[in-house]
């Protein structure tokens, strides 16, 4: 194989598509489409973050200046957290619009996130957010089809093939020089997306933070394999179709079933394989399995008379009020314990249904090319439900350290003989409140990330070298006339 006829070859195509009126007009448009994309996304992004650093702000001043209280009475005065947007979201939003941006945060119970963007808007939410990434995902590859599905049938038809052959220049290097050039057009189209992209690294202060740098070239290396992985099905397809009209319905039906119907039809049989339970029966198996522990208010449950026994007999006392420390304190810190065990358990059985719901879509990676960059474009965007499901987990770290706390404050400095949580006296001073550190969300890290979508990585690959093998191995089966 001759690499300069390749290359000049894909010259010549590119040359010849890209004097075309027809690209220019698609072009601007998509560039017209991209910019208004792009400048909206920045500035949802910062709407979001100013809002929520915003509120962060408030509701930590609301909960340091508290007064003096009974630390149980701060405990369930309680304190929102606000979820930050990853920076990426700019690029691919992924489920950011449908999970909640604000959990309540109180003892002895675990809330769900709430306001979520689609919970505010009307319902043309559910046909998805205009994004960066939905115009490299959908848009793009349609563009790609629509170019290059003559490629091969034109020259073809003109009987050009038959003249180039002769001339000495073999199937293979004609097949990869019109990758080449269809490549290259598509570059006009994904490059002005890529530095808009490598723009949000700059977010910091308008110097580059290094870990969205990382993430921001990984993105775009897969997307160039995906990209390349197109162009390789475009002219194989041309390649293979008798007419023109054929490569371009063979290409728009193959768009249809892999980037609409595939996976819309693994999300219906998703949601049908592993249904899910209503929030109202989540919620009713939560509060049957907290109340058949006890209450934990309550220092005579009969539930905890065991629990009482113990601890009387370990500091040798007959009765709670001689103990050195706060029982209702200790009971409470031990009630906190079980219930969140109980949270803990009914949401792990919870988000593992939606995990088997999301494995069929996952699965079809090794099958559909579409779905694998969907993937790693929402996970390094950190997007994705992986990224959800920790901000959940460190929100419910960060709420059990809270309540328990309290707890601590209680056992320490309230009095035994304290009939309630009420009044001026049996109280605790408000600095305690401050000692509470800040809630700091931190974002899934990259490896952990590249852990999650190790199948979708090497579906991309596979599919790359599959495409070139059927290029360069099978080329002689084309058709010349």
């Not at 005065?77 to 606000?82: E, I």
Request: charged residues 15%.
């Amino acid at each position: 194989m001759r690499a300069a006829l390749v290359i000049l070859i894909g010259k010549q195509f590119f040359k010849k598509t890209f004097f075309n009126k027809g690209l220019f007009v698609l072009l601007t448009l998509f560039l017209v489409v991209l910019t208004y994309v792009t400048i909206n996304g920045w500035r949802t992004f910062e709407a979001h973050h100013h809002v929520v650093e915003h509120h962060q702000g408030k509701e930590r001043q609301s909960w340091e200046n508290n007064p003096d209280k009974h630390p149980h009475r701060m405990a369930h005065f309680g304190s929102f957290v606000f979820r930050l947007q990853h920076p990426l979201s700019i690029f691919d939003s992924g489920i950011e619009s449908y999970t909640g941006n604000a959990i309540f945060l109180e003892a002895h119970k675990q809330h769900t996130a709430n306001f979520s963007q689609a919970s505010l808007s009307t319902g043309l939410m559910r046909f998805g957010d205009l994004s960066i990434a939905l115009l490299l995902q959908l848009i793009l590859p349609l563009i790609i089809f629509f170019i290059g599905y003559a490629s091969m049938t034109f020259e073809k038809e003109n009987g050009t093939l038959k003249v180039i052959y002769m001339q000495g220049i073999s199937i293979k290097e004609v097949l990869l020089g019109k990758v080449l050039g269809l490549f290259l057009i598509a570059t006009l189209f994904f490059v002005p997306a890529l530095i808009a992209l490598w723009s949000i690294s700059l977010i910091d202060m308008y110097a580059v933070n290094s870990k969205i740098a990382i993430r921001t070239f990984l993105i775009a290396i897969n997307y160039v394999v995906f990209f390349l992985i197109l162009c390789c099905i475009t002219v194989i397809v041309s390649g293979k179709s008798t007419n023109s009209n054929k490569a371009l319905l063979t290409l728009l039906g193959s768009w249809l079933l892999f980037f609409i119907i595939i996976p819309k039809t693994a999300q219906v049989l998703g949601n049908a394989v592993y249904p899910n339970v209503s929030i109202i029966e989540f919620k009713a198996a939560i509060e049957n399995d907290i109340l058949k522990q006890g209450d934990s208010h309550d220092p005579n449950d009969p539930r905890f008379n065991k629990l009482r026994d113990s601890v009387l007999n370990a500091n040798n006392v007959s009765d709670t009020k001689d103990l050195p420390f706060n029982y209702g304190g200790f009971l409470m810190s031990k009630g906190e314990a079980q219930t969140a065990k109980t949270y803990s358990d009914h949401h792990k059985k919870l988000i593992k249904t939606y995990k088997k719901q999301n494995s069929i879509t996952n699965g079809l990676v090794l099958i559909n090319p579409y779905l694998a960059i969907k993937n790693l474009s929402i996970s390094l965007s950190g997007t994705d439900f992986n990224t959800y499901e920790n901000f959940l987990i460190q929100t419910e770290k960060y709420r059990y350290m809270q309540s328990q706390y309290m707890n601590d404050l209680q056992m320490k400095f309230i009095s035994n003989k304290a009939k309630s949580s009420g009044g001026k006296v049996h109280v605790v001073k408000k600095d305690y409140w401050k000692a509470i550190p800040k809630f700091s969300y931190e974002f899934v890290s990259l490896s952990k990330t590249l852990r999650n979508q190790i199948l979708a990585l090497l579906s991309l690959n596979i599919w790359l070298v599959v495409m070139l093998l059927i290029l360069i191995k099978f080329s002689n089966r084309f058709k010349i006339i």
